[in-house]
């Protein structure tokens, strides 16, 4: 369901209408490719189980890339927001320059999320996003979607558990 | 946002053709040849959008019309039929007189002639080739190479064109000492790198890239695929890149084509293409990747 809303999968049939800032009310199921893009570019993320990025990007690159491809920034400002979430996820800081690529599997989720977080979308998919993570960091990336939240994203969110689903959500959705 | 080219109805056909070519030929009868008049359709009725600092990707096996796409689309060779034209508002800088009074697209590239092809090709355009042997003069130095380039679009400062070279050629990661050698003398990953600064000289707007990392080891594709990365959203560049590697597409591109047989199967986004692919063909593509 969510690659369906995010358009990695095409719907065989149905429609996912969803109220974009940029074009109104539009059915994201038979969006054209380049309206997706954009919608995907201005309003929309995903937050996949595991991290999949671009090889031989920084650690801190890959969180800077969307804010500063989106939010129109200066470079610095990019890096200081991006160095906060980092810092607030418990990477250490001499991993910042390194590729994630080397990452334990917690870490790779956690630049996951920062990656998908960073700049802030309106609609943000999650699939699984704490299923490889510690408790420890559990609580932060919660405490990082509950503040996303107050500002006003929007999100859908795959949970297997149901005690830590009930601590973030207004609804529950079950498809069985 | 309006496309900064319409392609509509690109074929290209090499014979005489008859009018059986069109049904006798495609992906669901797996050739390109016409079994009447032996014929062959490279392709046929290609149509597509390309948009400003946008990488569209075009897949399929060897033969299946990709390549031809870009030689007609760079004016190498004449198009059967179809249209190119370019938005308005590309930033074109020359041939003002293709555009109506009140209309946003130009006329039709590919019936200019060949001397507005030459200077639409310089003020637009750069190619980069699977086969440096295509896209360089293996004898001539690297400088020398971007030189002609820079001459072709009207450069005649040789101070001028040298500092460009240069500049680009430290953009591209080639030592700025070995600018004076030829590329034959070169590494076939620092080839592609020369022939990427020769492509980029004339500050084009648009790249095609023909399959430009194969027969490239793996840490060698890897720099110039981090390279070309770099240079796109630098320029702000929009990309045509043709592979037979979804790796590389998937990488590069954001949206995707799938060509078989001169004809165009599947059109989406790359991540749809990857993981939920609709035609049979690409289907088979995607299971046979490495």
């Known amino acids: ?176 | 946002m309006e496309p900064l080219i319409r392609i509509r109805g690109l074929s290209k056909r090499f014979g005489n053709g008859c009018h059986r070519c069109l049904s006798a030929t495609g992906p669901e009868f797996e050739t390109n040849m016409c079994p009447h008049c032996g014929s062959v359709v490279a392709c046929n009725d290609v149509s597509f959008d390309l948009y400003k600092n946008e990488a569209l990707g075009i897949v399929g096996e060897s033969g299946s019309g990709k390549s031809t796409l870009v030689r007609l689309l760079h004016f190498e060779w004449d198009a059967t039929g179809g249209s190119m034209e370019i938005h308005r508002d590309a930033g074109l800088n020359v041939m003002q007189e293709l555009f109506g009074d009140r209309d946003i697209y130009s006329r039709n590239l590919l019936g200019l002639s060949p001397f507005q092809k030459r200077q639409m090709r310089n003020a637009l355009m750069g190619i980069v080739y699977q086969n440096p042997f295509l896209g360089l003069r293996m004898n001539v130095s690297s400088g020398g190479n971007i030189a002609e380039r820079l001459l072709g679009a009207g450069w005649r400062n040789i101070g001028r064109m040298r500092e460009r070279a240069a500049e680009l050629l430290e953009k591209t990661e080639i030592p700025l000492d070995r600018m004076d050698e030829p590329p034959k003398n070169f590494s076939g990953g620092m080839q592609q790198r020369v022939q990427i600064a020769k492509a980029l000289s004339n500050n084009p707007l648009i790249l095609y890239l023909d399959e430009v990392t194969t027969g490239l080891d793996l840490s060698v594709q890897a720099r110039v695929l981090d390279l070309i990365r770099t240079l796109q959203s630098e320029y702000k560049l929009s990309l045509l890149v043709v592979s037979h590697d979804l790796g590389v597409i998937n990488l590069l591109c954001q949206r995707t084509m799938v060509m078989k047989y001169g004809r165009v199967v599947e059109a989406g986004l790359t991540d749809q293409i990857l993981q939920d692919p609709q035609h049979k063909y690409t289907q088979l593509l995607v299971a046979s990747q490495l």
């Open chain 1, 1 to 176: 369901m969510l690659k369906c809303i995010y358009r990695t999968y095409l719907p065989g049939s149905g429609s996912v209408w969803y109220d974009s800032a940029e074009y109104g009310r539009i059915d994201l199921a038979t969006l054209p490719d380049r309206a997706v893009i954009d919608i995907r570019t201005r309003e929309m993320g995903y937050v996949s189980q595991f991290l999949k990025v671009i090889p031989r990007v920084s650690a801190l690159d890959v969180v800077m890339e969307p804010i500063l491809a989106r939010n129109g920034v200066s470079r610095d400002e990019a890096r200081i927001r991006a160095v906060g979430l980092l810092e607030r996820l418990r990477i250490p800081e001499h991993l910042f320059d390194a590729y994630p690529a080397t990452f334990s599997g917690g870490e790779q989720q956690r630049i996951n999320i920062a990656h998908a977080v960073s700049w802030k979308p309106r609609l943000l998919l999650l699939d699984e996003p704490t299923a490889s993570l510690d408790s420890g960091s559990v609580e932060l990336v919660l405490d990082i979607l509950r503040e996303l939240r107050r500002e006003g994203t929007t999100m859908i969110g795959i949970f297997h558990d149901t005690e830590l689903m009930a601590s973030v959500t207004d609804s529950v959705f079950t498809i069985c």
